[in-house]
């Protein structure tokens, strides 16, 4: 686990974080999942090569599933049930670039001081990709909590779901039972989304939550 | 046969929810559903008189047998309740034929998913079952498909699927402290094998894992901050649900939290987890006994309660020893049993009277003796008034806690009495005055609710030996 396959791993998964800065700003909704798909691409191209180093044939799966379902997939899709909603064009009034990086980049200082120091024993490798992976899941969740639109929110769990894969990857020899549930349970989440969103918009003619909110609560 | 009552507790209900998704009718599938969730009971009961041993991927033990046994107990009641419910709601139009086919389906899955997060003796497995049950709850809390019931569902699934990404993240980290100590692969990630090796591991993994898995599976459990998807939930689906829900998924999560403890208290170097769940659950108790004042729905009132009573169970079990341990346990058991009978209760009420508005109810028992009565014993026990079991648990809390910490014991006393005075001026709005609001028909089934409250009344008189001694082993591990 040194030089060049430390190198690239390293640089696979600072790049899943770097993306996840470039998710947290996008205010189209096109755009966001566009980004996304790269989050997923990136994901993929870091799990294959962990795949390759720890010589575990079965994440070439995880990988392949990555590539597949979430890089693919999934943006085409959303992609299809924006336009048939009529958002696409909506833009969405995010908490502001300026306080939303920062606030970033303050979970991502907190992701490394936490695990940096917890995880002293362990491999290199695996520190550093967890400090990654709780990165990208702390950036999934400001994600989501700075969106509006219920697409933004589940791109946001989505990217959140791809910090956990990292995180299992990089945690060697994890069997691969839980890694195919992931994958099952964001195929599964999927579907609820899709039918949600359907539902929703069949009942407000808006995916906008803030419509939603009207009826939270209690009844007078 | 090693596996033979773990599969079938497993398999049955997989077999039923096929077949409930693909047979018509009402009659015929609210039948099936009520004999699958019997003979699924019946099965786990055996469990009691031989255990299959423990294999990677499943084992049973004193935590979870008498956990199997409940949950199947009270799906199997719940199911009876069910079939009535139901068929008045499609015969008021709010069920369409092709959603109860629906309905069944789920609701036999969900019985599953139960299960296995029970029986399941792999930390990975435990996740992806609870995970699976929160997801079928989703969609059982949107059937009905109202502005309010979507909203409440896509709250739930939204907070319930970041609780159980952190869960998964948390899963992760208990693995990575294993793994030096175990060895590489599935092993690190068995139960039985990581409690035994817990002294081993790096107690600085273990207490981060543990924050993890006690936000992400405390978001399951209700625990405030983290229970804003409870009280939607919980009022916005089908009554039958928010029974399973109060009464088994809550202690599913509670189950899994239970788990990990354990791993904590066998490694004495790592943080004790006492502290955080005391202070979450002191929180919560107080929180939700506050609000059960301004509540205007019915359901919501009870799902707030539910809160309160997760917040007196986490209490217990963060105190710890012999004494709190077997109350918190005593007090998970009689809370499903009594919550799940008033929801039974509740769920009838809101159809004769057409709302879940409490303003709109008044006069219960006077208009509808049997389910007024009912409901009135159901508060009764739920407030912790003497002979009923919840008041035996909720004692064992107090005196125990008042031995080792009479400032702690003060708050968690205040917050029962809150809640208390609360629940009892409500009740005085619904069963006793003027008869107020519409007087439906019903044709009620009684027989689960007084099941349930004759189960807790008993355990409130006489426990008997073999549980007490379950609960004692238990309590003893739980450390």
Known sequence: MHGISFDVAHMLAGSLVLVSFLQLYQDRLYALLNIYALHALVLALSVAWQAYVQQAPHLYVTAAIALLFKAIIIPVVLHRIIVRLGIHREIEKVVGVGPAMLLGMGLVALAMVVMLRVTMEADPLAREDLAFALSVVLLGLLMMVTRRNAVGQVVGFMSLENGLVLAATGAKGMPLVVEISIAFSVLIAFIVIGIFLFRIRERFDTVDLQALDRFRGERP | ?479
């Open chain 2, 1 to 479: 046969m090693t596996l033979g009552p773990i599969a079938a507790v497993l398999l049955i209900p997989v077999v039923a929810a096929v077949l409930l998704a693909a047979l018509p009718g009402y009659r015929l599938t609210a039948r099936i559903n009520v004999v699958a969730t019997l003979a699924t009971f019946l099965v786990a009961l055996s469990l009691f008189f031989g255990r299959p041993s423990p294999t990677p991927y499943f084992h049973v033990d004193d935590l979870n047998n008498v956990f199997i046994v409940l949950t199947t107990f009270v799906g199997f009641t719940t199911s009876v309740f069910s079939a009535s419910y139901i068929g008045h709601e499609l015969a008021i139009g709010r069920l369409t034929p092709t959603f109860l086919r629906f309905y069944h389906a789920m609701y036999q899955v969900l019985m599953f998913a139960m299960n296995l997060a029970f029986v399941a003796n792999n930390i990975g497995l435990i996740w992806v079952a609870i995970e699976l049950a929160t997801l079928t709850t989703v969609l059982m809390v949107g059937i009905y498909r109202t502005h309010e019931a979507l909203e409440a569902a896509w709250k739930y699934f939204i907070l319930g699927s970041v609780g159980i990404a952190l869960a998964l993240f948390g899963t992760i980290l208990i693995y990575m402290a294993g793994r030096p100590v175990i060895g590489e692969g599935a092993d690190a990630m068995v139960w039985t094998s990581l409690v035994a090796r817990a002294a081993d591991f790096d107690p600085a993994l273990l207490n981060l894992a543990f924050v993890f898995l006690l936000l992400g599976y405390g978001t399951k459990v209700g625990l405030a901050p983290l229970h804003a998807w409870l009280p939607d939930a919980h009022s916005e689906g089908p009554t039958p649900i928010s029974a399973v829900l109060s009464g088994l998924l809550l202690n599913v999560a509670l189950y899994a939290l239970l788990r990990f403890k354990m791993l904590l208290a066998a490694n004495p170097a790592a943080l004790a987890p006492g502290p955080l769940m005391v202070t979450m659950g002191l929180i919560s108790l107080v929180f939700a006994a506050f609000m059960l004042y301004r509540r205007r729905d019915i359901k919501r009132l009870f799902a707030y309660s539910s809160i309160e009573h997760m917040g007196i169970i986490t209490f217990a079990f963060g105190m710890g020893g012999a004494l709190a341990n077997f109350a918190g346990l005593l007090h998970m058991t009689m809370h499903s049993l009594t919550k799940s009978a008033i929801f039974f209760a509740v769920g009838h009420v809101a159809q004769v009277k057409g709302t879940q508005r409490i303003a709109d109810m008044g006069g219960l028992t006077e208009t509808h003796p049997v389910l007024g009565w009912g409901l009135v014993l159901g508060v009764v026990a739920i407030a912790g008034l003497p002979p009923l079991g919840i008041f035996t648990s909720e004692f064992l809390v107090v005196t125990s806690t008042f031995a080792r910490s009479p400032f702690l014991a003060l708050i968690l006393v205040f917050g029962l009495l809150v809640g208390f005075a609360a629940l009892f001026q409500r009740l005085n709005t619904i069963a006793f005055g003027e008869p107020r609001g519409e007087r439906g028909e019903t044709h009620a089934s009684y027989i689960p609710m007084f099941a349930h409250l004759a189960l807790v009344l008993a355990a409130g008189i006489y426990l008997p030996p073999s549980l007490v001694g379950w609960f004692q082993n238990v309590a003893k591990a739980l450390g």
